[in-house]
């Protein structure tokens, strides 16, 4: 029940939250904007084209695509978003969701390898360096919340948070929210890592390697990347801000309730990203490295003070 | 001993203990991120805060006034007077940024990384001695020592020299603090001292250097000239 709940919201905020970030950004650039709904309106244009792919690919391009959409709808229905229960409970695990993303994103880069063109190839390979430093970073700081439960269940270790709530200033937590907070934001390749808005080749990371993807395939990309976002903003919120977020076998009242809180802390922690992406340039590709370093530091040293302080 | 303070409770004392330790090694550590150097000088300011506040916690949690006054002293010093005096030097010298550490930035940031573990693993045995709250954070003050040793090795600014030492130098007072709860006032105002003496030398230092050599990079003054 809460889990269809979070999926259907999932599945349909997405975009809107995209939407919403671009929006935001305009406003500050002093521009009038699209509108909140044109992510959407963009997928159904793309939707009604023919599907094309280009001469020479095989079944790993087009596969790409589809696991990308299945992996985020998987860990969509398994994080804890709105309600901390998940029909898939066993597997709700902290590894399964950090591969589920990891399996995603190669699937990703395999698929634009598979086109064998040059900015394909630069793409997946910047990808895979992006994606070398982020996992164990995630792994590091969500471990070091799971110190304090003695599980790596994420539904767990929210719960614990509902119930202890001064437990979210102690410096493991803030450290890993430091950490985790990069991570994000390396992750979707929003501003400081990447830039979503640009198609320049010598910067490029996600754009470069979806550049030969067209019609339904490229909607399906887009709108998976919009729910890597908001699943991932939504982890970072349920985890270091669970307030309101429903507990055991809480009714359809309470998950509605849950949903619409939720709502409300993912599209501030949006609108604050993007405004923050406003005063920010793009780091250049080689500092990126220094960047995840530093999360990987932080995440680690949230590992060892909840060892040693608690 | 006064009966006018007020009593912290320990649900309270833990975290906000916790919380300016936190702070303590986040602003350590940040100091080998940053390359900017009048970023550098910020942090510092700010690592003196968090050591005035945990100074400041410990005095209000045993009730000695004594404690809190050397807390506000502290914090006066090394988060007012000391950063004043490192930023007046830093607009004389010119240069503000670290450009080419010795070891570069992902790497020393690694490197740190491993003096926690080392600190960790030095600290055990001080810990067991007597396991409070406070003993629980000293093996932070000596990962702040080590990594303020680092920086001093391995950075080539003059200014960033200074900070590493005096990095060094607030992980000392804070182990002081955390491990025998208040230093007698002298010690501390000897220690103090010092600290400043070192940086006001360091800041006639930079000066004669900046006329004498046009820049603070400590590696061009290996060889002898007459």
Redesign the interface.
């Given at each position: 029940m809460g889990a269809v709940l979070q999926v259907v919201l999932v599945a349909v905020g997405s975009p809107l939250l995209v939407g919403m970030m671009r929006q935001v950004r305009a406003r500050l650039e002093g521009r009038a904007g699209a509108g909140i709904g044109q992510p959407w309106r963009d997928l159904r244009k793309l939707v009604r084209k023919e599907p094309i792919a280009p001469d020479g690919t095989g079944w790993v391009f087009r596969a790409a695509p589809l696991l990308l959409a299945g992996t985020v709808l998987v860990v969509a229905a398994v994080v804890p978003l709105v309600s901390t229960t998940s029909p898939l409970d066993e597997v709700a695990d902290l590894f399964a969701v950090v591969a589920l993303l990891a399996l995603g994103s190669v699937a990703l880069a395999l698929g634009a390898l598979d086109t064998s063109t040059a900015f394909g190839g630069m793409g997946a390979s910047r990808e895979m360096i992006v994606l070398a430093l982020v996992e164990p970073t995630i792994l590091l700081s969500v471990f070091a919340l799971s110190v304090r439960v003695g599980t790596t269940n994420l539904g767990t270790i929210v719960t614990s948070a509902v119930a202890d709530p001064?437990a979210v200033?102690?410096?493991?937590s803030?450290?890993a929210a430091?950490a985790l907070a990069i991570v994000t934001i390396a992750e979707t390749g929003r501003i400081p890592v990447d830039n979503p808005s640009t198609h320049l080749e010598l910067t490029m990371i996600h754009e470069a390697m979806v550049l030969e993807y067209a019609g339904p395939d490229l909607a399906l990309i887009e709108w998976a990347s919009a729910m890597r976002l908001s699943v991932l903003l939504g982890l970072l919120t349920s985890l270091f801000a669970p307030w309101g977020i429903a507990t055991g076998n809480a009714g359809l009242l309470a998950l509605l309730l849950a949903a619409v809180v939720v709502i409300a802390k993912v599209a501030l922690l949006g609108a604050l990203l993007a405004a923050g992406e406003v005063f920010m340039a793009k780091l250049r590709l080689f500092r990126i490295?220094?960047l995840l370093?530093?999360s990987?530091?932080?995440a680690?040293?949230a590992v060892?003070?909840s060892?040693?302080?608690a | 001993m006064t009966e006018t303070m007020f009593t912290l409770p320990p649900?309270l004392y833990v975290?906000l203990l916790?919380?300016a330790?936190?702070?303590f090694?986040?602003t350590g550590?940040m100091v080998l991120?940053r390359r900017d150097l009048a970023a550098i000088v910020r942090l510092f300011a700010l690592q003196g805060i968090a050591l005035a506040a945990l100074i400041v916690v410990l005095g209000v949690y045993e009730q000695d006034v004594e404690l809190v006054a050397v807390g506000l002293g502290v914090g006066a010093l090394r988060a007012g007077l000391l950063p004043y005096l490192m930023r007046r030097a830093l607009i004389a010298g010119g240069a503000g940024r670290e450009v080419r550490p010795v070891v570069n930035?992902?790497t020393s940031?690694?490197v740190?990384?491993v003096l926690?573990?080392l600190a960790?693993a030095v600290a055990q045995p001080l810990i067991r001695l007597s396991p409070t709250?406070a003993t629980?954070?000293v093996?932070?003050a000596l990962t702040v020592l080590l990594v303020g040793f680092f920086v001093l090795v391995t950075r080539r600014r003059a200014l960033s020299q200074v900070v590493g030492f005096l990095l060094m130098d607030n992980a000392i007072t804070m182990t002081a603090f955390l491990t025998t709860s208040g230093v007698p006032l002298v010690v501390e105002l000897g220690i103090s001292m010092d600290v400043l003496l070192a940086v006001l030398v360091f800041q006639v230092l930079t000066t004669r250097m900046r006329a004498a050599f046009g820049g603070t990079d400590l590696d061009e003054l290996r060889e002898l000239h007459d």
């Open positions: 001064l200033i102690s410096p493991a803030l450290l430091a490295p220094e370093a530093g990987f530091l932080m680690l040293l060892a003070a060892f040693f302080l | 649900s975290p916790d919380l330790c936190g702070a090694l986040l550590m991120w930035v992902a940031l690694l740190a990384a926690a573990m960790y709250p629980q954070a093996p932070i």
